[in-house]
């Protein structure tokens, strides 16, 4: 069945180190890929997407990789700061016959540590 | 610009009893989600509804249902009440179906079943 996967579950950096998060799917459809920053007590916060016909994209101190080839993508992280400091989940949506389904399935997630 | 607001925060029930939880989008919005976190099965998919519609459904039990109204804001409801559907419920916004603009997520309601 459809399934996002992660490899690491926990991930800890010093501060100003770079961090990557990485994200395995399974459905070789999905189109829209989304990173999400959960902390504590708060719902997902949107970071970065991209979507299928692109391999990356850029956003502030984050970049998302897309390899469909592998079915594979990644969260990189410039700079970490103590702030970054969550459970990051990826996300896939995938669109049916052209008409697009609200569907999210999500990573376990990874829980990224920050240490000063 | 207010985001996606849940109520109630935190909710605790007793096995058997049904419960609503409320969501209201960001304006705007017309299309909402709903979806299950708990610890041993991380965030699932519930229901998503546009236009006072349901579009898609996952993999839960028919105690499990939802609604939304003229006005976007949307209520799901859960009946006989077991001791795993304690999680945290999860709703989200979208301008439109399929989250093309993205999906802003409200902070939840937390449902104990005791």
């Known amino acids: 069945g459809e399934s996002v996967g992660l490899h690491l579950p926990t991930l800890s950096v010093q501060e100003g180190d770079n961090s990557i998060i990485n994200c395995a799917y399974s459905n070789s459809a999905s189109d829209y890929f989304i990173w999400y920053k959960q902390e504590s007590g708060k719902g997902p916060q949107f970071i970065i997407d991209?979507?299928?016909?692109?391999d990356k994209r850029q956003g502030q101190r984050v970049t998302v990789l897309l390899n469909k080839t592998v079915k594979h993508l990644s969260l990189q992280i410039a700079a970490t700061q103590p702030g970054d400091s969550a459970v990051y989940f990826c996300a896939e949506n995938w669109d049916a016959g052209g008409t697009s389904y609200g569907k999210l399935t999500f990573g376990q997630g990874t829980i990224l540590t920050v240490h000063p | 610009k207010a985001g996606v607001t849940q109520t109630p925060r935190y909710l605790i029930k007793t096995r058997g009893q049904q419960v609503t939880l409320s969501c209201s989008p960001i304006s705007g919005h017309r299309s909402v989600s709903w979806y299950q976190q708990t610890p041993g099965q991380g965030l699932q998919f519930l229901f998503e509804?546009?236009?006072?519609?349901?579009?898609n459904k996952g993999n839960f039990p028919g105690r499990f249902s939802g609604r939304q109204f003229s006005n976007s804001r949307s209520e799901m409801n859960v009946s006989t009440l077991e001791l795993g559907d304690s999680a945290l419920y999860l709703c989200a916004s979208s301008l439109v179906p399929g989250g093309d603009y993205g999906y802003t997520f409200g902070s939840g309601t937390r449902l104990t079943v005791v």
């Open positions: 991209i979507r299928s016909n692109m």
């Open positions: 509804y546009f236009s006072e519609t349901q579009r």
